[in-house]
């Protein structure tokens, strides 16, 4: 799940939050695997033995079978009742997880609004009835499990006295022998706790199969933006980027109308306009974040459409309006993905980004793990970090998004000179 989740493109996860995707990867899958490992064993074994034990019955006295096998519908009526209310309940319960990840995850990576705006008794209320709600939904499901075992025992206990009263009469009449009818009834007891077994594995199952769902639904996902059949890969470019004619919408409405533009390699491009134009929409689809609904991108002469995305952002830099970080030493965020970076590389980059300074001043300096989204850095450090790791990429194009925007002036003014030296 998580290797697909990786494949897929920005707009799904524009569309499902962040703790959904966690729970379905975490609660689904783990209720799935305790499905797969546990229940799946136990119900084809109860099921061999019930058929084991069947054939005896018929074999020793195939009428007093009949009479046991009358009670059957009972049981496989609430049993395939309760298996579907377990799953229905299972689903639902599921979902609450989703959003209970949800909520957990906008209170914490939220916590300085929070704490800003005094909302801690709002946010730990609405914990609290989301979580109820959960409560709730699994006590349903609790209900009906332990609903389930006695039902069985009442069922079983009838079909039980009626084997025992219409056996004892036959042996009384002489029908049948006394050897015949305890060998039938030690098979009918025998035969009751794997059918008790199979009643609650199949409710499992059922929640099983709820988790199966949740999970196949992401799996099936089709990624937006896919390698056409035969893209090639793209050779090491100049860096000449051509828009023609390109126009782009999200869900139908259009955000960019018949958009034209050259850049030579070499040029730096600075497009301006005001909040809500489309700045950071027309520089996602260079790196091919979304496809153009219409027109062309071209690089050196390629549409981007033609080649690989690997080979594509392979040589493109990105430093995006949000400033992402990981949890990591400076020196991984900065080498990002690089197993055995140069030291003087790294080093290269951040004095080009402004950032030694402040990095020379932490506790371990290129070492220092730098928290949660960068969170033990200032917002201009976090900029000029991001910054050094587009630096150190060396990508023919570089893409900043209102890069520099934390930065104070004489800062932004160094940085922008290095970006001029470097390009």
């Known amino acids: 799940m998580y290797v697909h989740l990786q494949s897929l493109s920005l707009s799904f996860f524009a569309k499902n939050p962040t703790g959904v995707l966690m729970a379905r990867i975490t609660n689904d899958v783990n209720i799935l695997q305790a499905s797969i490992s546990n229940v799946i064993i136990s119900f084809f074994k109860d099921l061999v033995t019930i058929a084991g034990l069947v054939v005896v019955l018929f074999y020793q006295d195939w009428k007093l079978a009949c009479i046991a096998f009358l009670i059957m519908p009972w049981v496989i009526i609430p049993i395939q009742r309760f298996g579907k209310k377990s799953r229905r309940f299972s689903t639902r319960g599921q979902e609450k997880v989703g959003k209970i990840a949800t909520l957990l995850h906008e209170a914490i990576t939220g916590c300085r609004i929070v704490k800003a705006f005094g909302m801690e008794d709002y946010e730990a209320q609405r914990f609290s009835e989301e979580n109820f709600r959960l409560f709730r939904i699994r006590l349903k499901r609790l209900r009906i499990r332990a609903i389930s075992s006695p039902l069985m025992e009442l069922i079983g206990g009838i079909a039980g006295a009626a084997v025992v009263f219409y056996g004892g009469y036959s ?13 039938f009834v030690t098979a009918l007891l025998l035969l009751y706790e794997p059918v008790r077994n199979l009643s609650t594995s199949y ?14 639904q992401v799996l099936d996902s089709v990624p937006e933006i896919q390698d056409k059949e035969g893209a090639l890969t793209l050779p090491p470019v100049q860096g000449a980027v051509s828009l023609r004619s390109v126009s782009f919408g999200y869900d139908q409405h259009l955000v960019l109308h018949d958009i034209g533009l050259e850049v030579r390699p070499g040029e730096i491009i600075a497009i301006v306009g005001t909040t809500g134009a489309g700045k950071t929409t027309l520089v996602n689809l260079i790196p091919r974040f979304y496809d153009v609904t219409a027109g062309a991108i071209v690089i050196d002469g390629v549409d981007i459409r033609d080649v690989t995305l ?13 400033t992402i970080l990981f949890n990591d030493t400076v020196r991984s965020n900065i080498a990002y993905g690089n ?6 590389k790294i080093i290269e980059a951040a ?4 950032a030694t300074d402040f990095i020379g001043e932490l506790p371990e ?14 917002g201009g450090q976090r900029q000029r970090m991001a910054i050094a790791r587009a630096l150190f990429k060396n990508a023919p194009i570089l893409i900043l998004d ?15 000179l290095a970006l001029w030296k470097t390009s």
């Open 171 to 183: 042996v009384i009449n002489g029908t049948s022998t006394p050897g015949t009818f305890f060998s």
């Open 203 to 216: 409710q499992d199952i059922q929640e099983g199969l709820a988790g199966a769902v949740r999970v196949f």
């Open 310 to 322: 690997r080979s594509l952002r392979s040589q493109i830099a990105l430093v995006s309006q949000q």
């Open 339 to 344: 197993t055995a970076p140069p030291e003087d």
């Open 351 to 354: 004095r080009a980004a402004h």
């Open 365 to 378: 300096g290129y070492d220092t793990i730098i928290g949660e989204a960068g969170v033990k850095l200032s």
């Open 402 to 416: 209102e890069a520099t925007s934390s930065l104070d002036s004489k800062s932004e003014e160094e940085v922008q």
